[in-house]
């Protein structure tokens, strides 16, 4: 579905707001021209890395916002990278999580069947606190595959779910209670898994401890809203625990008490987004075929460069 483009707006709805970003915040386009942007993933050396789904690449995108291709693969979506440095991509088609050298464009599988059968459709994914990665799988691209020319993929597994990848390759699934589970993101003392569903418009959360979650509850939600695209899609924290999630309109900012502080509106929503910049104060946001830099006055959690405290 097709929405008109939307003014740039700030929308509080808690003076805390403002402790997050300026009034006069401006936003600027980084990079354009893609089919569909997923993933943001930022690099300390001062690029980012940026999936494509409708382009079926994998993008290094510099300062100056030159872009170059690093992979090819079938509809790359979320990105992370491990403690060791690693890049990591949720490659759809595969029906994978994979390990990518951007070096070279090739990539490794490292995580494709639980309880024998393929996964359906790896969507995000994150550095767990113990070093783990832990992922998304869902079934909302394996309708679009034949449409890219990859033929029908019907679900392989019985329920969607959530999982953990651990550092030696073992997988296991946390929970298979949502309907569509897509963005995840730990706060930054590691205490806490949230995970948003794009179908039921909300946000989950659990106590995290040694790998495995537990009290499972709503944190949010976020309802779709007439005339602004999105829907809860790429998550992050920030340091001080505030939760930043892709809805209707733009970003959705929430205390870490579940308040809703305001609303980042951009012109054609977002869809993911991450923290970069010398001081992860910066907004690097993927948004339809932009992606967009908007500076903030917090900073953000990125736990492949920041210890979970």
């Known amino acids: 579905m097709r929405f008109p483009a939307l003014p740039f707006q700030l929308q509080a709805l808690s003076p805390d707001f403002w402790n997050l970003i300026s ?17 943001p993933v930022w690099d300390k050396r001062g690029f980012l890395y940026v999936s494509d789904e409708d382009q079926n690449k994998i993008y290094r995108i510099d300062a100056d916002g030159k872009r170059t291709a690093v992979v090819s693969l079938g509809i790359p979506d979320g990105n992370t990278y491990n403690r060791h440095g690693q890049l990591f991509d949720c490659a759809t ?7 990518i050298n951007p070096h070279n464009g090739t990539y ?34 394996l309708s679009r595959a034949p449409g890219e020319g990859f033929g029908v993929m019907p679900p392989t597994q019985p329920k969607t779910g959530v999982y953990r990848l651990s550092p ?61 695209p999105g829907v809860p899609d790429g998550m ?6 505030d939760v930043w999630v892709s809805g209707p309109g733009g970003i959705w900012v929430w205390s ?10 951009f012109p054609h929503g977002a869809t993911n987004f991450c923290w ?19 500076p903030t006055l917090t900073r953000g959690f990125v736990p492949y460069y920041q210890h979970f405290r």
Do not use: C
Not at 23 to 39: C, I, P, S, W
Not at 256 to 265: E, F, S, V, W
């Open 23 to 39: 009034h006069n915040a401006k936003l600027r386009v980084l990079a354009t021209g893609f089919g569909f942007t997923e993933g």
């Open 93 to 99: 088609v595969l029906r994978a999580v994979i390990r």
């Open 108 to 141: 490794a599988i490292v995580a494709h069947l639980y309880n024998g059968r393929p996964l359906d459709a790896p969507n995000d994914i994150a550095l767990g606190p113990d070093g783990a990665l832990y992922f998304t799988d869902d079934t909302l691209a």
């Open 168 to 228: 030696d390759g073992h997988i296991a699934q946390l929970t298979d209670i949502m309907n569509q589970p897509n963005g995840l993101a730990f706060s930054p003392d590691g205490k806490l898994l949230y995970v948003n569903d794009t179908v039921e418009g909300n946000i989950r959360v659990w106590d995290f401890h040694n790998g495995e979650i537990s009290n499972g509850r709503i944190f949010g939600d976020e309802p779709r809203q007439p005339g602004k």
């Open 236 to 241: 992050k924290t920030d340091q001080r625990g």
């Open 256 to 265: 870490p008490a579940g308040q809703r502080l305001g609303t980042i509106q």
């Open 276 to 294: 970069g910049g010398p001081g992860f104060e910066t907004l690097y946001v993927a948004a339809n075929n932009t992606v967009y830099v908007l």
